[in-house]
């Protein structure tokens, strides 16, 4: 959610300096005054207007470029450049601390792009994170550039550059740019015929989908990893990418999705003998079933559950399937049905020595009588919790004010 703040607060400032470019476009041509475009707006100061001292003329003119040497004194001048503006940001002067970023990645593209896309990476994250929208903006435009000269003006491309570009595009806030150009890398890949890029370029697809909550998205790329990982018998990688649809499917409420992929990694973790992700397992796929209704199956799974952990005296666990199963036959009012399974897990908590865990379930018991009316075994289920509250030091009053409410629904007239 902070994310999609943050992105409509940019889309509502580049708004208002669109809106504010029509209208002073509108009054020239009401006073029959020539526009001039060029001149409408400051120019980028990522862009090169005049000669720099650190660089020789030769070199800013064209003429020649820069020898071994020169390159290491300006790679060590740029350094200065940015720990300087690394001080002035910790001292408050944001405005200070990027003039110097600009001026550093102005001369960085005299390294070469990928010095350049390495500055623009490092101060891009600083200016998302400072939510300077316009320095953003600005990068997000170089990028472009960087990006035609990529993909337009060579004949083969270089994956990897575009693939940091992708990263730069992610670092400022452009997450749909970098997702268009990766799919642009995806291609590429294919037409070479080349399984690691793209996988590569498909996990960072399905990543950055994620953190975007383009869920669809996501899926698709993930569906394909696994596939390649299936085609190569990469089972930890298979795990991985199933682990993802799982958590995506459920996001997406497609619950008989979620419950197949489970499924499917239940049987992964069994041949390794995890009872516990075998455990975990069986409470998502029983949480699914609850949830599209299939109570038999939901509980089937609760159950199964439970004895697993049972079985391997992994008494966390067994308590959270009972704890799923009870609050599962309540809402479904099946109270014998809850009781039963709240009276098996006092015997767990008593096994486990987990006396806040006897207390809350005591307090579980006694809302359930007292919805019942069965008021004394309320009386007696919160008396029990109050006792293990004192011992606690924790929830007192709590228990006092139910033992006080039941009390007094006990002497209401409609019961004498």
């Known amino acids: 959610m902070a994310f999609l703040h943050l992105r409509f607060r940019f889309l509502t400032v580049s708004a208002n300096v669109l809106a504010v470019a029509t209208l002073l476009g509108s009054l020239t041509f009401a006073l029959g005054v020539r ?23 030769a070199v800013w003119e064209g003429a020649t470029e820069l020898k071994p040497e020169e390159r290491r004194q300006l790679d060590r001048a740029l350094d200065t450049l940015n720990a300087r503006a690394q001080a002035a940001l910790a001292q408050g002067d944001a405005a200070t601390a990027f003039e110097l970023w600009n001026r550093e990645i102005r001369l960085r593209r005299f390294l070469g792009t990928s010095a350049e896309l390495e500055a623009l990476l490092r ?24 990006q035609a000269e990529q993909l337009e003006e060579r004949e083969t491309p270089n994956v990897e550059v575009l693939q940091r570009l992708a990263q730069a595009y992610e670092e400022v806030g452009a997450r749909q740019a970098a997702l268009d150009l990766l799919e642009r890398v995806l291609a590429i890949a294919r037409d070479r015929n080349d399984p690691i890029t793209e996988e590569e370029t498909l ?27 299936v085609s190569r018998g990469d089972r930890l990688s298979e795990a991985y990418y199933l682990t993802q649809l799982a958590y995506i499917y459920d996001q997406l409420r497609r619950y008989e999705d979620a419950i197949a992929v489970k499924q499917e990694l239940e049987t992964y973790y069994r041949t390794l003998n995890d009872i516990a992700k075998v455990t975990a397992l069986k409470l998502a796929i029983g949480d699914d079933y609850a949830a599209i209704g299939q109570l038999n199956a939901a509980v089937t799974q609760f159950q199964d559950a439970y004895r697993l952990a049972w079985e391997a005296l992994q008494f966390y666990r067994a308590q959270e399937a009972l704890d799923r199963l ?70 007192e009053a709590y228990f006092q004010v139910n033992i006080e409410t039941v009390m007094q629904e006990m002497s209401a007239p409609n019961l004498q």
Do not use: C
């Not at 101060?123 to 960087?146: C, D, K, P």
């Not at 909550?213 to 390649?228: G, I, N, Q, S, V």
């Open 203 to 229: 996990r960072q697809i399905a990543r950055i989908a994620l953190q975007d909550l383009d869920y669809e998205e996501a899926a698709a790329a993930y569906r394909e990893l696994r596939e390649m990982a």
């Open 35 to 57: 526009a001039e475009p060029e001149n409408s707006f400051p120019p980028s100061p990522l862009e090169l207007t005049e000669p720099d001292p650190l660089i020789p003329e």
């Open 123 to 146: 101060v891009g994250s600083i200016a998302w994170q400072q939510e300077n929208f316009y320095q953003a903006q600005v990068m997000t435009q170089r990028l472009r550039q960087l």
């Open 326 to 395: 009870a609050l599962l036959y309540e809402r479904y009012n099946e109270f014998d049905a809850a009781l039963q399974v709240y009276r098996t897990q006092l015997d767990v908590h008593q096994l486990a020595r987990d006396t806040y865990g006897l207390m809350v379930t005591y307090d579980r018991i006694g809302k359930l009588q007292q919805r019942r009316q069965n008021y004394g075994p309320a009386l007696e289920a919160f008396r029990r919790g109050l006792e293990l509250a004192r011992q606690l030091g924790n929830r």
